[in-house]
C-alpha cells in the first residue's frame, strides 16, 4: 500500500505561484515515474506533468508548458510542483500519482493517488 499526502495549495491572485507538495510512502518511490493531474469542477481528471524516477525526464500538457515545473527529491520520497503565473482556468484540485504502466498522460496509468489539494487563483 502506498500512500500519496499533498500539501502546498491555496488561494492566490493571478500572475502568483504557488509550489505543491506530494509526500509518499513507497518503499520504491525512487524507481517510480510521477505524476500530477487536476480536475476542475465538472471536468474531467487532466494531465499536468511528469517526471521519472531519476528525475532527468521531465513531462508536461501544453497548458502549463513553461509555467509549471515538476521535480523530485527521492531521499525525501517527495515531489513537487512548482506553479508560476497562475492563471483563473488553473483553478482545480491538484492531485499526484504514480505511475504503474501505459502512457504517462493517462489515468489510468496510474495506480495511487493522494487525496488531491485546491488551487484557487482569482482574476
Known amino acids: 500500500q502506498v500512500q500519496l499526502v499533498e500539501s502546498g495549495g491555496g488561494l492566490v491572485q493571478a500572475g502568483g505561484s504557488l509550489r505543491l507538495s506530494c509526500a509518499s510512502s513507497?518503499?520504491?518511490?525512487?524507481?517510480?515515474?510521477m505524476g500530477w493531474f487536476r480536475q476542475a469542477p465538472g471536468k474531467e481528471r487532466e494531465f499536468v506533468a511528469a517526471?521519472?524516477?531519476?528525475?532527468?525526464?521531465?513531462y508536461y500538457a501544453d497548458s502549463v508548458k513553461g509555467r509549471f515545473i515538476i521535480s523530485r527529491d527521492n531521499a525525501k520520497s517527495t515531489v513537487y510542483l512548482q506553479m508560476n503565473s497562475l492563471k483563473p482556468e488553473d483553478t482545480a484540485v491538484y492531485y499526484c500519482?504514480?505511475?504503474?504502466?501505459?502512457?504517462?498522460?493517462?489515468?489510468?496509468?496510474?495506480?495511487?493517488w493522494g487525496q488531491g489539494t485546491q488551487v484557487t487563483v482569482s482574476s
Open positions: 517526471i521519472s524516477w531519476s528525475g532527468g525526464g521531465t
Open positions: 513507497g518503499r520504491s518511490f525512487s524507481r517510480d515515474l
Open positions: 500519482a504514480r505511475h504503474v504502466r501505459g502512457s504517462y498522460y493517462v489515468t489510468a496509468s496510474y495506480d495511487y
